[in-house]
């Protein structure tokens, strides 16, 4: 099946234009004048690419709603609203263009998860993360060089967002030969390869991926765009993720840390693939081969922590009523614990403090 086949007929994907010297070419399409949203450590990067004839800067410091509106009281008046960076400006450009019903433009500077191809916002309500908004871009722009240029680690991070289709699938499947699948989510097998094909692409393309060669980023966009198909299934998440994105959400709640996204949630994919007995000595190879370091150390926290966040994530996803996973129905132990960080030590080596 070619990576980019659509069998089931469902919409995802938004049009994405691949190229070089993408950057400048803003300054003569996109509405003017336009508030570019970035970080204040990328905008020196692009700063001479930007006519300041045509837009003005805005620098991400928060995605709390709660910061935001009082922001957005304060903006430039503009036409339209270029994200440029990675996936806390790209998810406030959502948010501006959707409060302000403006034209949006996209140009993510790294792949490091998906937010570039999701219609909401990822933003934190009294705390915790929320899905928020509706905004389509009038095109994703997605430029070689540029995403080259970035840490590499951001790159390798959004394998996570592909990688965890198949252990939200092994869960979908779970869940549903046992009975405890939502009526409104039954089980696809169609869409559930979709998925898959995903999966299987990034696994063919290893060396391309950890090189960032064309190629590389082109498989990179075709998995992270299949994070659309969310709103195509009827904002349905189990085909794209499940106990992966668990872990993910126990760890932040044990830590209170930020993370690189694709470190816990590809963490989570070895958990969740060990739990299912399903491939995961294939899946830890591929993430290892890529070059993303999950080691707690990596991440700037501690085994134990780790091991927290595993011991009590049967009772924090009930807790949380996130939809029935092999977490929900096993209880982890600290043998388990042990035997997780003697196969990430012998792939990765002990952490060299």
């Not at 699948?181 to 391309?208: F, G, I, M």
């Not at 994919?269 to 491939?279: F, P, T």
């Not at 070059?291 to 009930?318: C, H, K, N, Y």
Request: glycine share 10%; proline share 4%; charged share 20%.
């Amino acid at each position: 099946m070619p990576d980019n086949e659509n069998t089931t007929g469902l919409a995802y994907g938004f049009q994405t234009v691949f190229g070089r010297n993408l950057v400048e070419e803003l300054n003569n399409f996109v509405h003017r004048p336009f508030l570019v949203v970035t970080m204040s450590d990328l905008w020196p990067l692009f700063e001479s690419k930007l006519s300041t004839d045509f837009c003005q800067p805005y620098f991400v410091r928060s995605v709390a709603e709660a910061d935001l509106l009082m922001d957005l009281e304060k903006l430039p008046m503009c036409e339209a609203i270029v994200g440029l960076g990675g996936g806390q400006a790209l998810d406030v450009a959502k948010y501006f263009s959707w409060k302000g019903r403006l034209p949006l433009f996209q140009l993510p500077t790294a792949l490091s998860v998906n937010a570039v191809y999701g219609q909401r916002c990822g933003l934190r309500v009294d705390g915790r993360v929320r899905y928020l908004g509706w905004a389509v871009p009038e095109s994703v722009f997605i430029d070689y060089d540029v995403i080259r240029s970035a840490p590499r680690q951001m790159n390798y991070s959004g394998i996570g967002d592909i990688l965890c289709f198949h252990t939200g699938v092994l869960d979908w499947r779970y869940a549903s030969e046992r009975g405890q699948c939502e009526s409104k989510w039954p089980y696809d097998a169609d869409l559930a390869a979709q998925s898959l094909a995903k999966v299987e692409a990034v696994l063919r393309h290893q060396d391309d991926i950890r090189d960032l060669t064309d190629k590389g980023i082109d498989v990179l966009v075709d998995g992270l765009k299949w994070g659309t198909s969310y709103h195509g299934a009827g904002w349905m998440p189990r085909h794209i993720e499940g106990i992966d994105h668990f872990v993910f959400y126990a760890l932040e709640h044990v830590t209170g840390q930020k993370f690189l996204h694709g470190q816990p949630v590809c963490l989570g994919v070895y958990i969740g693939s060990l739990l299912h007995d399903a491939r995961g000595e294939e899946m830890l190879s591929a993430i290892h081969s890529i070059g993303l370091d999950i080691r707690p150390e990596a991440m700037g926290i501690t085994w134990e922590q780790v091991s927290e966040g595993l011991l009590g994530l049967r009772g924090f996803v009930r807790q949380e009523g996130l939809w029935h996973s092999i977490a929900h129905d096993t209880d982890i132990s600290p043998a388990f614990v042990e035997r997780l960080r003697g196969d990430i030590e012998g792939r990765f080596g002990p952490w060299d403090s």
